[in-house]
C-alpha cells in the first residue's frame, strides 16, 4: 500500500485537488441558482402574482416568476405587459421595467411587469467567458446589486439539447442551443419543453388579460444591426411608425444630449 501511494503520489494529489475544485464550484453554484432578487416594489404596485396563476404546471418550478401589477385591473380599461429579463445577460433588458415599476403611478388602466421573464437563464452565468454573477450599480441612496444571468434557460432544467430546433408552429430551423431561448419559444406548448412551457404561460396571461401592447425590453452589443429599434408585426405598422416618431422627437427634445439615439424600424 505504502509503495503505491508514492508511486501515484502526483496523481493522487491532483484527483484531490480535483475533487476539492469541484466541491468549492458546486456549492458557489447551487448558492447562486437558489439566491433570489430583491427588487423594491414601487408605489403604483397593486397586487403580486405569478406565472402559475394562467399555467398551473409551473408552480413550484424555477420558472414560476413574479408579475407585479399596477392599476386597477378594469376590464374596460386598456392593458399593456412588460417583460424584462427574457435575456438575463442583456441588463438593460431588466433594468428598464424595474424602473417603471418602482416610479410609475396609473390614473387608469393596468401595467403589468415581468422582471425575470426567463427565471431559469438567472440560475446561472458564464465565468470562462468571463461574466460575471452579479453586477452592481451606484446609485444617492447607495449601491445596488442584481443578478447577471445568461442568454438560455438552465441545461439542469432543460435537457437534453438537439442540434436542429425546429420552432413548433412555423417550422423553422434554428440552432440547437434555440431550444432554450425564451424568445424562440412562442407562442409556447402546453407539453412541451420548460422554456415552451413559460412562453405559454406568457400566452395565456396575455388572452386572458386582452392585453392590448405587449413590450419585450432587451439589449444588445453596439456592433449589433437592430441596434435602438423597435421590432413589430406587419399588422402593428400603423400603431409604431407614429412612435417612433415621437420617441425621436423626444430625443432631439433633450437639448441633443448623446445619451439618445434616433430609434430604427
Not at 430583491?38 to 414560476?64: C, H, N, R, W
Request: charged share 20%; aromatic share 12%; no cysteine.
Amino acid at each position: 500500500m505504502k509503495k503505491f501511494l508514492k508511486e501515484h503520489q502526483l496523481s493522487i494529489i491532483f484527483i484531490a485537488l480535483a475533487l476539492i475544485v469541484a466541491l468549492i464550484t458546486g456549492i458557489q453554484y447551487v448558492k447562486f441558482r437558489y439566491t433570489e432578487a430583491i427588487f423594491v416594489q414601487g408605489p403604483g404596485v397593486t397586487e403580486m402574482q405569478k406565472l402559475s396563476d394562467y399555467y398551473a404546471p409551473l408552480k413550484g418550478t424555477i420558472g414560476d416568476a413574479d408579475i407585479y401589477v399596477l392599476g386597477s385591473q378594469d376590464p374596460n380599461e386598456p392593458s399593456i405587459l412588460l417583460l424584462g429579463g427574457t435575456h438575463p445577460n442583456e441588463p438593460s433588458g431588466q433594468l428598464a421595467p424595474l424602473l417603471l415599476m418602482e416610479n410609475i403611478e396609473l390614473t387608469n388602466g393596468t401595467v403589468y411587469i415581468i422582471l425575470e421573464t426567463n427565471k431559469s437563464a438567472y440560475t446561472y452565468s458564464f465565468p470562462q467567458e468571463a461574466t460575471p454573477e452579479y453586477y452592481s450599480i451606484e446609485t444617492p441612496f447607495g449601491s445596488r446589486e442584481f443578478k447577471y444571468g445568461a442568454r438560455a434557460t438552465n441545461a439542469i432544467d432543460q435537457w437534453p439539447i438537439p442540434d436542429i430546433y425546429v420552432h413548433q408552429s412555423t417550422g423553422q430551423k434554428l440552432s440547437g442551443i434555440d431550444t432554450r431561448n425564451l424568445n424562440r419559444a412562442f407562442p409556447g406548448k402546453s407539453n412541451g419543453t420548460y422554456t415552451e412551457k413559460v412562453a405559454q404561460a406568457i400566452v395565456n396571461f396575455v388572452n386572458e388579460k386582452d392585453i392590448i401592447l405587449t413590450l419585450d425590453f432587451h439589449e444588445a452589443a453596439p456592433e449589433y444591426a437592430v441596434n435602438n429599434a423597435l421590432i413589430y408585426h406587419e399588422r402593428a405598422r400603423d400603431t409604431n411608425i407614429p412612435a417612433i416618431m415621437r420617441m425621436n422627437l423626444e430625443s432631439y427634445w433633450v437639448e441633443y444630449d448623446t445619451r439618445f439615439a434616433p430609434i430604427k424600424l
